[in-house]
């Protein structure tokens, strides 16, 4: 698998209709425990690691899963270690203080059109 996605269950059947897998998340439990597994193979039945865990390069995220991930999040971004992490907007559009990728390039090379 080289994609994942976790979020809203209603992207995540919409990112099943284009051949992403993944899984949906309305509280902060759910999205840890299906972060969790993704990452390290956990499995929170079995309070033990799967052996057969399946690689995911990349990791589709929304921005309410990345806010609920909180420090999980920072650790593995910093762990230099696949999958990579993708935030997009959840349904309700892009969440209050979030910058678009678009005013984060144009902040760190200082060009505003």
């Known amino acids: 698998m ?3 996605f976790i979020g809203d269950p209603e992207l995540a059947t919409a990112f099943r209709f284009v051949g992403i897998r993944g899984t949906g998340a309305s509280k902060a439990e759910d999205a840890v425990a299906a972060f ?3 990452t390290e193979g ?5 309070k033990a690691i ?3 865990t399946e690689q995911c390069r ?3 995220i929304t921005e309410e899963v990345a806010d609920w991930l909180g420090d999980f999040l920072t650790q593995w971004q910093l ?3 696949y ?3 993708v935030e997009v907007p959840g349904m309700m559009g892009r ?3 979030r910058k678009s990728l678009v005013d984060s390039i144009r902040e760190a090379i200082g060009i505003h059109v």
Do not use: C, M, N
């Open 2 to 4: 080289d994609y994942f």
């Open 36 to 38: 969790r597994r993704i």
């Open 42 to 46: 956990w499995d929170e039945t079995a």
């Open 50 to 52: 799967r052996p057969e």
């Open 58 to 60: 990349i990791l589709i």
């Open 79 to 81: 762990s230099d270690r």
């Open 83 to 85: 999958p990579l992490i």
């Open 95 to 97: 969440l209050p203080g």
